[in-house]
């Protein structure tokens, strides 16, 4: 009988790779972490640029000063999602402004020490509005999960009353949106009424308590903070305003 082949060593087991651990980059182009980040490392030439730009009197400010102004001008916006149809599918684009879809961001691409400091800011900083729950899952599930997790502020914009219920039916398990592990950090669920009537205090009871009885389970023994605001403002008119970069405000009831 010949004899039998002695079996194969085990491998010792490999560590995955850390989602911030820094990954060379290529001689040209750009590289991205798992986490979605831009490796920003300078290479080559970049390093004396980088290091003629910590000179800037911007950048010679304290940390705690420079936190404050990238928090002035990335936050205090309110995102929403802009779908433009292609020949082939849905493209969509989340944005503060469809008449300067990229204002909001020139910052982050000002040098390499501002994206390092201030990357994530727009996503803790500013609300994410949606008009249901199948747009916000739909239009979040585009983003990674480390992304996702430094959502604080979502939201819902209801045209009128009658989309109240609409929200009360909405099933979050059967949508796979369970608040809070899909947004970890989720710290408040904002829920905007329009068009209501300022005079029927009835009416505008029973639409927070219906928002209240759907959410108010998927908030429970969290830090979630959850607010109802009811408008009289007209919808169309404050979406048509907000297309054209008006401003964002409306009254309240």
């Given at each position: 009988?010949?004899?039998r082949?002695?079996?194969?060593?085990?491998?010792?087991?490999?560590?995955?790779?850390?989602?911030?651990k820094?990954?060379?980059?290529?001689?040209?182009?750009?590289?991205?972490?798992?986490?979605?980040?831009?490796?920003?490392?300078?290479?080559?030439?970049?390093?004396?640029?980088?290091?003629?730009?910590?000179?800037?009197p911007?950048?010679?400010?304290?940390?705690?000063?420079?936190?404050?102004?990238?928090?002035?001008v990335?936050?205090?916006?309110?995102?929403?999602?802009?779908?433009?149809?292609?020949?082939?599918?849905?493209?969509?684009?989340?944005?503060?402004?469809?008449?300067?879809?990229?204002?909001?961001?020139?910052?982050?691409?000002?040098?390499?020490?501002?994206y390092?400091?201030?990357?994530?800011?727009?996503?803790?900083?500013?609300?994410?509005?949606?008009e249901?729950?199948?747009?916000?899952?739909?239009?979040?599930?585009?983003?990674?999960?480390?992304?996702?997790?430094?959502?604080?502020?979502?939201?819902?914009?209801?045209?009128?009353?009658?989309?109240?219920?609409?929200?009360?039916?909405?099933?979050?398990?059967?949508?796979?949106?369970?608040?809070?592990?899909?947004?970890?950090?989720?710290?408040?669920?904002?829920?905007?009424?329009?068009?209501?009537?300022?005079?029927?205090?009835?009416?505008?009871?029973?639409?927070?308590?219906?928002?209240?009885?759907?959410?108010?389970?998927?908030?429970?023994?969290t830090?979630?903070?959850?607010?109802?605001?009811?408008?009289?403002?007209?919808?169309?008119?404050?979406?048509?305003?907000?297309?054209?970069?008006?401003?964002?405000?409306?009254?309240?009831?």
């Amino acid at each position: 009988m010949a004899p039998r082949k002695a079996p194969k060593a085990k491998k010792a087991p490999t560590l995955k790779k850390s989602a911030d651990k820094v990954v060379k980059r290529p001689a040209r182009g750009f590289h991205k972490f798992r986490n979605g980040l831009l490796n920003v490392t300078p290479k080559g030439g970049e390093k004396v640029i980088t290091k003629s730009n910590q000179n800037s009197p911007l950048l010679r400010l304290p940390p705690e000063i420079r936190n404050q102004v990238w928090e002035l001008v990335l936050g205090g916006e309110v995102f929403r999602a802009v779908f433009t149809p292609s020949n082939l599918h849905t493209k969509y684009k989340l944005t503060s402004s469809p008449a300067e879809p990229t204002k909001e961001m020139a910052l982050l691409r000002t040098c390499r020490q501002i994206y390092a400091e201030a990357a994530m800011m727009p996503l803790i900083l500013n609300k994410f509005s949606f008009e249901c729950v199948f747009e916000a899952k739909y239009v979040l599930s585009k983003l990674k999960t480390h992304q996702r997790k430094h959502i604080a502020h979502l939201q819902f914009e209801l045209s009128r009353p009658s989309r109240v219920s609409v929200l009360a039916r909405s099933d979050f398990h059967r949508f796979r949106f369970p608040l809070p592990g899909y947004l970890p950090g989720l710290k408040e669920l904002r829920v905007c009424i329009f068009s209501v009537s300022a005079t029927d205090e009835t009416a505008r009871g029973e639409n927070e308590r219906q928002v209240r009885k759907k959410l108010e389970p998927h908030t429970q023994g969290t830090s979630i903070e959850l607010n109802v605001e009811q408008t009289e403002f007209d919808w169309e008119s404050y979406h048509h305003s907000w297309r054209g970069n008006k401003s964002e405000t409306y009254p309240a009831v």
